[in-house]
């Protein structure tokens, strides 16, 4: 399995309240993604990041924020958050997609957050 | 973006053969097709990637009409194990692609 780490694993807390989430990597794959996950939507993505200091916003990034100040490293934050973001957030990561192929995603193990 | 279309469960009996085809009317001349898998409570696992007609590795297969228009996996003779949720997406960068609802494939002994 790919070397990839999510930190908390789980998580409560209030609404209104700041949320960080870490995603790591040892592999040292360029790209970096951030996903959630809620019943009947699959996965949908927050924000990915193709460098250093590189990101760009994916199909649900209103209320989150990442960074990414190291390769290993991707952060999402939720600057206030809210009841509906309660979810399961995924970080998965990717090597430059070669010639003729988009390469594949590996996953790490999810992070569960309850906003109350 | 392509958006894909694919059953949203199936059942099936330890031994069988299952196939799970995906409709993308709209994918576009670079984009492939890549198929995933997740169990319950982790993160997806690549399954199968393929462009045109048909892909084999050692967990599934995967085949593509000259249209493109759909693809199908096919998982020989499913064990327990098996059941996951099966996603189709189809893009030319990682970040272009969506995972969709899936696919709930239940195997039954």
């Known amino acids: 399995d790919a070397g990839i780490t999510q930190s908390p694993r789980h998580k409560v807390t209030e609404t209104g309240t700041p949320v960080t989430l870490r995603c790591h990597q040892t592999e040292n794959h360029r790209y970096m993604y951030w996903y959630r996950q809620d019943p009947g939507h699959g996965l949908r993505l927050i924000h990915y990041?193709?460098?250093?200091?590189?990101?760009d916003k994916g199909e649900v990034s209103d209320g989150y924020s990442v960074s990414r100040s190291k390769t290993e490293d991707f952060l999402l934050t939720l600057e206030s958050a809210t009841s509906s973001q309660t979810s399961v957030y995924f970080c998965?990561?990717?090597?430059?997609?070669?010639?003729?192929?988009?390469?594949?995603?590996?996953f790490g193990p999810g992070t569960r957050l309850t906003v109350l | 973006l392509a958006k894909t279309t694919q059953p949203i469960s199936m059942d099936s009996y330890e031994g069988q053969e299952v196939n799970i085809t995906c409709s993308h009317n709209n994918i576009a001349t670079n984009d492939y097709i890549t198929w995933y898998q997740q169990f319950p409570s982790q993160g997806p696992r690549f399954i199968i990637q393929g462009y045109k007609t048909k892909v084999t590795n050692e967990v599934a297969s995967l085949f593509i009409p000259a249209d493109r228009k759909s693809s199908t996996l096919s998982l020989p003779r499913v064990s327990l194990s098996d059941t996951a949720v099966y996603y189709c997406l189809v893009g030319d960068y990682n970040n272009d692609m969506r995972f969709g609802a899936g696919t709930r494939l239940t195997v039954k002994p």
């Open positions: 990041s193709y460098g250093v200091k590189d990101t």
């Open positions: 998965a990561i990717s090597e430059i997609p070669g010639q003729g192929s988009t390469d594949t995603q590996y």
